[in-house]
């Protein structure tokens, strides 16, 4: 399985792209972010450069993934099941690297890839675009963000902070597996 895996993101890798990449800027990024005045510390998975000062955020997936209208439902739907691509967005806007410098990037793109799923000759990956959706990239592919997502998954982070300082640890079971 694992050579399979391999095979399929070097498969993907080197193939055609549905949008423009011109580089990694960096993978394994450590970021700390000031939020609500509780100091949240994480790491994205990796940064690509798409050009005139944009970068596509990308988290790997290590399971199957579904397409962007499901996929969009629980990182951005309504019920905002996972908040962390919103949580990578704010840290590439405002979070600081290990050294203590801005990260200041500005995401195009937040992306999910999945080196497990192969389907329609690809690589699955979800591309959540920041603005307008790119030109030619299929519909079960991409997803644009509508206004106000991203600020929800900011006031979610905010409520739990609120919640915890209050002394508030009990869980919110939701349907989707792997959330709480």
Same mark, same amino acid.
């Given at each position: 399985?694992?050579?399979?895996?391999?095979?399929?993101?070097?498969?993907?890798?080197?193939?055609?792209? !549905?949008?423009?990449?011109?580089?990694?800027?960096?993978?394994?990024?450590?970021?700390?972010?000031?939020?609500?005045?509780?100091?949240?510390? &994480? /790491?994205?998975? *990796?940064?690509?450069?798409?050009?005139? &000062?944009?970068?596509?955020?990308?988290?790997? /997936?290590?399971? *199957?993934?579904?397409?962007?209208?499901?996929?969009?439902?629980?990182?951005?739907? !309504?019920?905002?099941?996972?908040?962390?691509?919103?949580?990578?967005?704010?840290?590439?806007?405002?979070?600081?690297?290990?050294?203590?410098?801005?990260?200041?990037?500005?995401?195009? +793109?937040?992306?999910? +890839?999945? !080196?497990?799923?192969?389907?329609?000759?690809?690589?699955?990956?979800?591309?959540?675009?920041?603005?307008?959706?790119?030109?030619?990239?299929?519909? +079960?592919?991409? /997803?644009?963000?509508?206004?106000?997502?991203?600020?929800?998954?900011?006031?979610?982070?905010?409520?739990?902070? /609120?919640?915890?300082?209050?002394?508030?640890?009990? !869980?919110?079971?939701?349907?989707?597996?792997?959330?709480?």
């Amino acid at each position: 399985e694992v050579r399979r895996i391999l095979e399929n993101y070097v498969r993907f890798a080197t193939s055609a792209q !549905p949008i423009r990449r011109l580089g990694t800027r960096a993978t394994e990024l450590k970021f700390t972010l000031d939020l609500a005045g509780a100091e949240i510390h &994480g /790491k994205i998975d *990796r940064i690509n450069d798409t050009g005139e &000062g944009t970068c596509e955020v990308v988290d790997y /997936k290590t399971g *199957r993934g579904h397409g962007a209208d499901r996929t969009y439902d629980t990182y951005f739907g !309504p019920d905002l099941h996972d908040v962390q691509l919103a949580l990578y967005y704010l840290a590439c806007r405002e979070g600081v690297d290990p050294d203590g410098e801005r990260i200041d990037l500005e995401p195009r +793109w937040l992306s999910l +890839w999945y !080196p497990k799923d192969w389907v329609y000759g690809s690589m699955r990956q979800v591309l959540f675009a920041v603005g307008e959706p790119a030109p030619g990239v299929r519909e +079960w592919v991409q /997803k644009p963000l509508q206004p106000g997502d991203l600020d929800r998954g900011r006031q979610t982070v905010v409520t739990a902070i /609120k919640r915890i300082r209050e002394g508030d640890f009990r !869980p919110t079971p939701s349907d989707v597996v792997g959330t709480c």
